[in-house]
């Protein structure tokens, strides 16, 4: 399996401003995910994002308001930039490690922006 | 249309029920199908994967149907700590697809 944590956990923040929440895995993966949980809803994927190369959006998601970084094999950022209320969810990584037909989440990120 | 498509819920049921939860899907082209169960303020983990024949887990028995496009999963003699939201989950264009998920609660 893989061992992900996240942080922050949860933050509260103003809007206007922006967030970066880090995902750090205990093994080398080559494909991370990132989600978002909005209250009530079920997971939509935001983007993938592979090591070394540029992140895939999803439609709907932007890189200027969802930045990501992947610098290597085991870590990757999403920053939620300019933040409204809207924005207010729960954000989650995620990672397929070879040979397994299973993805393991992170403990995902509680944002509230006020 | 959703992709993926589940009864919200909630369910609720008496210890030693037996509960199904059903899901149908759009896209023929997918290929895998899971549930994933997600606690309360956790986050998901995989429960069983879903294959055309049918495969079961203990207390936990998953279905395909290709040709309706519709997936279930049955729970024999639920516990207290079956209670959470199950996730119908399908593999999408580059990663996982998930249904809104069904609420059940096991009742004592």
């Known amino acids: 399996s893989a061992v992900i944590s996240q942080k922050p956990s949860r933050d509260i923040c103003q809007r206007g401003t922006s967030l970066t929440i880090q995902c750090q895995v205990d093994s080398q993966v080559t494909m991370m995910f990132w989600y978002r949980q909005q209250p009530g809803q079920s997971l939509t994927l935001i983007a993938t994002?592979?090591?070394?190369?540029?992140?895939?959006?999803e439609s709907g998601f932007v890189i200027d308001k969802f930045p990501i970084s992947r610098p290597n094999l085991t870590f990757s950022t999403l920053t939620v930039s300019n933040m409204s209320p809207e924005d207010s969810s729960i954000y989650l990584c995620s990672v397929e490690p070879q040979g397994y037909n299973e993805q393991f989440f992170g403990p995902g990120t509680r944002l509230t922006v006020l | 249309r959703k992709e993926v498509e589940q009864d919200p819920g909630p369910f609720n049921v008496p210890e030693g029920a037996t509960v199904a939860f059903n899901c149908t899907y759009s896209n023929s082209a997918s290929q895998s199908f899971f549930w994933y169960r997600q606690d309360c303020r956790k986050e998901p983990k995989l429960l069983m994967s879903v294959y055309s024949s049918g495969n079961e887990d203990g207390r936990f028995t998953a279905q395909l149907n290709r040709a309706s496009q519709y997936i279930s999963l049955l729970i024999r003699d639920s516990k207290l700590s079956d209670s959470a939201t199950y996730l119908c989950?399908?593999?999408?264009?580059?990663?996982?697809?998930f249904g809104s998920g069904t609420r059940l609660q096991v009742q004592p």
């Open positions: 994002a592979n090591q070394g190369s540029e992140a895939t959006y």
């Open positions: 989950v399908k593999t999408g264009r580059r990663a996982l697809t």
